[in-house]
């Protein structure tokens, strides 16, 4: 299943995942609960980010847009909760076969293109949502939506406290993990890294390379979806806000900051993200400006992001970033 | 008339005012060599790209095994049996020889929408990937990136993914430009045990490397094929040596 490297890269993650998977005792412990919540943001940002990394990095299709699958995926909870509708099976549900067949519609479309259209295409596709939830009085529209309870599982699964949130937040997030590391190893996943780097090669291997791309491009859609049911579960308000084009900019970069193509790059990166956020904008008001000279120069002399700066020391992995 | 596998009728391509193929007929019979010759810029390279479908021809047909394939895609007519190499080298970079390798045989050996069990841990396919490594001469740099080995090596392994394909129908497009002296020889003993096992169409101009392969040899000039015939014939055709071949080949 999950066989960790025994090289520094690999040890740090494993590290992280255990910090992660006690992180609750931990901040019980240290009378921090705050930090709780910033860390259950920060792994449904990495779900997301995970699933971006998955078209993105290991399919070269770079989608400005898929910010619009953590707000369908967040408005799978909130509608159906509008309406007493609090079953969580469903709100799952929904969220997975919304996001499915919206994104077999648009990813049809998108891919027809290549390069900068792909990038512009998908971000108009994610704005089209946008401007469809700020147009819906109904659900609130730019005030967004106060979701009262959240989604009902059965007893031992229940999302009722912070803490049983967390942990469907981290096992969801090992799930993610675990599917991207065994897809991309997969034929499957052969065939997608293979199309981001060679197209015309794969083709005529006999590869239909558009059926493929747009089965990831659907997986990646799901995967997201998830982290916006999350996502509506944690914060109890939504509005259009988190779907804006500016929000999967910055998924773009949680990606880039940990490392394109790799399999922990994007959670390292989300994580480090929030964080940056969190406490620059606590020093300075100007702390965009700060954020983004960092940002400028990770992606200038950071090749591969921490994964790459990480693993310097232990190169001989056989990742494809 | 003979077994033909592959038959060219009336086939017609232009770019702006360049007629890269015009009028082409040709046939190809099955289980043999046929090569075809040309100077730079005749139009070898833009007719196996029709035959093969990156390119869509202008009108003309395409017969493969008595049936057109002219509205198949590349993907399907790679799945039809019909192979192609790249004059410049078009390989996976990133990936080790033996992953580009199993991806030729992954792409001949159906559906790839397998989501769960490794690659790397399937014995079968990478046997095969081994084997036609070995059949070019690379099975020791089976395991080093693509990137990382010669210019000449990655020529061959260029003929090595076309091969692990299988492939009824072999489009080869100068398969030894750029190899060393060796790998050439080496190539071109290659091609002669492949002989009678797959239909070839080959491309080359090193006119040793196809008098000693070719069953039969088409001249391209400018779009047009100006004749085909046996090996022999053509060598002793003055107006293909007038626009082809030189005094030096004479
Ligand atoms: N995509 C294209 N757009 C415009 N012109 C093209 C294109 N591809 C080929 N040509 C032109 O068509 C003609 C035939 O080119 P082609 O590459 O088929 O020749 P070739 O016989 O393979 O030559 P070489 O021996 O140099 O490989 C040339 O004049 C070339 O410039
Ligand atoms: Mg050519």
């Known amino acids: 299943m999950f066989r960790l490297p025994a090289n520094l890269s690999g040890r740090s993650y494993a590290l992280l995942l255990a910090i992660l998977a006690l992180a609750p005792f931990i901040l019980e412990w240290a009378n921090q609960p705050f930090y709780l919540d910033l860390l259950s943001r920060a792994l449904i940002l990495g779900i997301a980010a995970i699933s971006l990394n998955l078209i993105l990095g290991f399919g070269g299709m770079i989608s400005l847009g898929h910010a619009a699958y953590i707000g369908i995926g967040a408005y799978c909870v909130g509608i159906p909760s509008y309406y007493d509708y609090y079953s969580g099976w469903l709100h799952l549900a929904l969220a997975l076969s919304v996001s499915a067949i919206f994104a077999l519609v648009t990813g049809a479309i998108s891919l027809r293109t290549k390069g900068v259209y792909f990038i512009m295409i998908t971000m108009a596709f994610s704005q089209m949502v946008f401007f469809t939830f700020l147009s819906m009085e109904e659900y609130g529209a730019d005030d967004g939506l106060v979701i009262y309870s959240r989604s009902e599982f059965p007893e031992w699964l229940s999302m009722d406290s912070g803490v049983s949130l967390y942990y469907w937040v981290f096992a969801m997030l090992l799930l993610s993990l675990m599917f991207t590391h065994r897809l991309v190893h997969a034929r499957f996943g052969r065939v997608i890294v293979g199309s981001r780097f060679n197209e015309q090669r794969m083709q005529a291997l006999g590869f239909n390379t558009y059926r493929y791309r747009l089965t990831c491009y659907v997986i990646s859609a799901m995967m997201c979806s998830v982290a916006g049911m999350l996502f509506g579960n944690f914060a109890g308000f939504i509005s259009p806000d988190i779907m804006g084009w500016t929000r999967s900019g910055e998924l773009i970069f949680m990606v880039i900051i940990g490392g394109v193509a790799t399999f922990f790059g994007p959670l390292v990166g989300t994580i480090v993200f929030v964080l940056l956020e969190e406490f620059l904008s606590a020093i300075t008001v100007y702390w965009h400006l700060i954020f983004g000279v960092m940002l400028v120069a990770l992606v200038l002399f950071g090749k591969g992001g921490i994964h790459g700066w990480l693993s310097s020391w232990d190169r001989k992995d056989a990742d494809y970033g | ?250």
């Open chain 2, 1 to 250: 008339m003979a077994d033909q596998l592959l038959e060219i009728n009336g086939l017609n391509k232009h770019f702006g005012g360049i007629f890269a193929t015009e009028n082409v007929n040709l046939s190809v019979e099955r289980g043999t060599i046929h090569a075809v010759i040309g100077p730079n810029g005749a139009g070898k390279t833009t007719l196996i790209a029709q035959l093969s479908g990156q390119l869509k021809p202008d009108s003309g047909n395409i017969e493969f095994d008595g049936r057109s394939i002219i509205n198949d895609s590349v993907a399907t007519r790679a799945r039809m049996g019909i192979a192609r190499s790249f004059q410049i080298t078009s390989v996976v970079m990133p990936m080790t020889l033996l992953e580009n390798v199993m991806l030729a045989v992954q792409g001949g050996s159906g559906h790839s929408f397998g989501f769960w069990s490794p690659v790397h841990r399937d014995r079968a396919m990478e046997t095969a990937a081994m084997s036609s490594l070995a059949e070019v001469g690379l099975e020791d740099r089976a395991r080093r990136t693509a990137a990382n080995v010669s210019h000449g090596e990655q020529r061959q392994l260029e003929v090595a993914m076309a091969l692990a394909m299988k492939p009824r129908l072999l489009l080869l497009d100068e398969p030894m430009a750029g190899m060393g002296k060796e790998e050439g020889a080496m190539m071109i003993d290659i091609l002669k045990r492949l002989r009678g096992d797959m239909t070839i169409l080959l491309i080359e101009h090193d006119m040793d490397a196809v008098f000693s392969l070719a069953d039969r040899l088409s001249v391209m000039v400018n779009g047009h094929v100006i004749a085909t015939d046996t090996v022999e014939n053509i060598r002793a055709n003055k107006e293909v040596q007038k626009a082809y071949l030189g005094d030096g080949h004479a």
